[in-house]
């Protein structure tokens, strides 16, 4: 197996205090998983909802699973029962469809809100404007079973450091704004989850609070 332990403790070693690692198993089996949880990692990130019942089914039950793929609102029921945080919220009908099922199951679902930063067209995520407005429009205030704990990205997938750098500061500017609008006396908006395999050293110089890394962890996905 890969050497899931040895890999965990080297990004676990390069994180500040105060930056959470998300560790991403997708397509990785469960196994893989446990040798992460025997050495105390809690927190996993999955990104398909079939592959995330399964392994919520199957392992410890004290795991906090984060959904941070693009999420289906026909879906939402079917992780609503268990999942600690959603984290790529990118739509107001998604969180109105997480307001509805977390109610159901009489909980209250995290989530952020995932924004729309990097070049490429075809990632997901509001853009700066879309968040704007979705803030502004105010239904989230009369969702008791939704809250919002701060935002979501990723960066271009590019070698090049400074505009990943710049996307990220970009992201950690508009938390700022979004946080002095709407959050200043809200202390659970504080997450900012930016940061991934190749690129979350960058990440933390950008205040992020929590990365989501998965193949420097469990080594290459098998899909
Ligand atoms: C897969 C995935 C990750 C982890 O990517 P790695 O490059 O394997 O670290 C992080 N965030 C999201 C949204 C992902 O889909």
Same mark, same amino acid.
């Given at each position: 197996?890969?050497?899931?332990?040895?890999?965990l403790?080297?990004?676990l070693?390069?994180l500040?205090?105060?930056?959470?690692?998300?560790a991403?198993?997708?397509?990785?089996?469960?196994?893989y998983?446990?040798?992460?949880?025997?050495?105390?990692?809690?927190?996993?990130?999955?990104?398909?909802?079939?592959e995330?019942?399964?392994?919520?089914?199957?392992?410890?039950?004290?795991?906090e699973?984060?959904?941070?793929?693009?999420?289906?609102?026909?879906?939402?029921?079917?992780?609503?029962?268990?999942?600690? #945080?959603?984290?790529?919220? $990118?739509?107001?009908?998604?969180?109105?469809?997480?307001?509805? %099922? *977390? /109610?159901?199951?009489?909980?209250?679902?995290?989530?952020?809100?995932e924004?729309?930063?990097?070049?490429?067209?075809?990632k997901y995520?509001?853009?700066?404007?879309?968040?704007?407005e979705?803030?502004?429009?105010?239904?989230?205030?009369?969702?008791?079973?939704?809250?919002i704990?701060?935002?979501?990205? #990723?960066?271009?997938?590019? $070698?090049?450091?400074?505009?990943?750098?710049?996307?990220?500061? %970009? *992201? /950690?500017?508009?938390?700022d704004?979004?946080?002095?609008?709407?959050?200043?006396?809200?202390?659970?908006?504080?997450?900012?989850?930016?940061?991934?395999?190749?690129?979350?050293?960058?990440?933390?110089q950008?205040?992020s609070?929590?990365?989501?890394?998965?193949?420097k962890?469990?080594?290459?996905?098998?899909?």
């Open positions: 197996m890969y050497n899931v332990k040895e890999k403790h080297e990004v070693s390069g500040p205090a105060g930056v959470r690692l998300v991403i198993s997708k397509f990785h089996p469960a196994e998983i446990m040798a992460a949880y025997e050495e105390g990692q809690r927190v996993f990130g999955e990104s398909h909802e079939q995330i019942r399964q392994k919520h089914e199957a392992l410890p039950k004290d795991i699973w984060h959904f941070i793929g693009h999420l289906q609102t026909n879906k939402v029921k079917y992780i609503a029962p268990y999942i600690t #945080m959603i984290e790529a919220v $990118d739509s107001l009908k998604l969180l109105r469809e997480i307001q509805k %099922q *977390a /109610a159901n199951n009489d909980r209250v679902i995290k989530v952020l809100l924004l729309h930063i990097a070049e490429e067209t075809t995520g509001l853009t700066l404007d879309a968040c704007r979705l803030l502004a429009g105010g239904e989230w205030r009369q969702m008791p079973n939704v809250q704990c701060g935002l979501m990205m #990723m960066a271009s997938n590019t $070698d090049d450091e400074q505009q990943i750098a710049h996307e990220f500061q %970009q *992201a /950690a500017s508009f938390f704004e979004v946080k002095s609008n709407y959050f200043a006396t809200d202390d659970a908006f504080c997450e900012r989850s930016w940061g991934m395999s190749d690129d979350y050293p960058i990440a933390v950008c205040r609070t929590m990365v989501r890394v998965g193949t962890i469990f080594g290459p996905r098998v899909y």
